[in-house]
């Protein structure tokens, strides 16, 4: 199965602040479409999970344009700008390309 | 509005079978998408467990694969995750989810219910 890594379990950031939350796949996450099947959550208490940004980059709908989705092959990165009260909460990165889907470990954004 | 609702025991003992319903409002089952079961273990590790597409059929994480069962009542517009053989590592919150297909990202999430395996 695909291995998802994400290296940091916790990040400590300030508000304001832009913050980079990386995701390294053991193998490439492009499939022959064209797209890679990789999508990023966010997880807040008492409220559902989110989805934020699918395909490595597209943005779902109603997510604000400070979360950036990025990366190709095995390396990519949830980017948020200007971090808000809001965004403080675990992020986890999913590939969909191979069965048995599976999960980066989640990172949380602390308050720092 | 579509919205997931996770139910069941929180509590359930060893050796015993793990039963959760989702249910879902806002959309029919039938009509589209597939329908996870997801859980995420104390210490914030997630795990894919299998999912029931709109058609009935169903793929498993192999991980679990002996022990799992995916089902679904279209009447009810619900859909059930049976576990076989709990042991305590199987202590989690539980979530279910719809996968958005073509896109490929899960666009809705029960809140998630927490179970216990304890004796």
């Known amino acids: 199965q695909i291995t998802l890594t994400q290296q940091a379990e916790s990040l400590w950031i300030s508000p304001g602040e832009r913050v980079s939350i990386t995701c390294r796949a053991s193998q490439s996450l492009l499939y022959t479409d064209g797209k890679h099947y990789l999508s990023w959550y966010q997880q807040r208490p008492g409220q559902t999970t989110k989805a934020l940004i699918y395909h490595a980059s597209v943005r779902t709908d109603g997510v604000p344009t400070r979360f950036i989705g990025s990366g190709s092959g095995t390396e990519f990165t949830l980017s948020i700008e200007h971090v808000q009260p809001e965004d403080f909460a675990i992020y986890y990165c999913?590939?969909?390309?191979?069965?048995?889907?599976?999960f980066g470990g989640g990172t949380k954004l602390e308050l720092k | 509005e579509i919205q997931l609702q996770e139910s069941g025991p929180g509590l359930v003992k060893p050796s015993q079978s793990l039963s959760l319903t989702c249910s879902v409002t806002?959309?029919?089952?039938?009509?589209?998408?597939?329908w996870s079961w997801i859980r995420k273990f104390p210490g914030n590790k997630m795990e894919w467990m299998g999912y029931i597409s709109n058609s009935g059929s169903t793929n498993y994480n192999p991980s679990l694969k002996i022990r799992i069962s995916i089902t679904r009542d279209t009447s009810k517009n619900q859909f059930f995750l049976q576990l076989n053989s709990v042991t305590t590592e199987d202590t989690a919150t539980y979530y279910c989810?719809?996968?958005?297909?073509?896109?490929?990202?899960?666009?809705?999430w029960g809140q998630g219910v927490m179970v216990t395996v304890s004796s």
């Open positions: 999913l590939q969909t390309l191979k069965s048995p889907w599976t």
């Open positions: 806002g959309y029919t089952i039938t009509s589209g998408y597939d």
């Open positions: 989810a719809r996968r958005k297909l073509r896109r490929d990202y899960f666009d809705y």
